[in-house]
């Protein structure tokens, strides 16, 4: 299930495109460049999209975080900033591995293994990525290093987010054609 997905209704005589987009940002970029920025569901989603990336833990689904559940504990004194999924893992058991980023740490979970990652302590994410795939090693003195196997979006998100955050880590990023 993509996050863009579209079909055709039969109105009469006439045909209606229905777009569903799952992602509030990515439906109001396309409401704003198709010219429904004054229209009440351009505005409805703008308050949607705002409560969304206000609360990445409730725009999971709860399959997913339910999964998540199993293996990531929230402290009080940290906020969940997002989930990046393991592309080993198959679609169905989305949740199940990955990693968790927090204004504290970075949770990583992958078959037996459940590392944390402190953030006020210097590390390392060296990112790989090609076109289609990349891998993530997250790297810290006396932590053995993980290595997240993910999309390039997605690489590109937790580096952006993690940036954001100044904290002493490094970010090395190397690309492939």
Known sequence: MGAVRGRVLQAGVSEICQLI????????????????????????????????????????????????GQWYKPRSDEKFLGYFADRDSPQADRGVAGVVLTTKRIVYKKYAALREYPLDEDGVLDIEATKSTASIGIIQKDKRESILATTPLAASSLARTLSSLNKPWKINVVTHP
């Open 21 to 68: 987009i799952a992602h509030p940002s990515i439906a109001l970029a396309f409401y704003r460049n198709n010219g429904g920025r004054e229209t009440p569901g351009y505005k409805k989603l703008l308050v949607a999209s705002r409560q969304r990336r206000d609360n990445q833990w409730k725009s999971l689904a709860i399959g997913v975080r339910i999964k998540i």
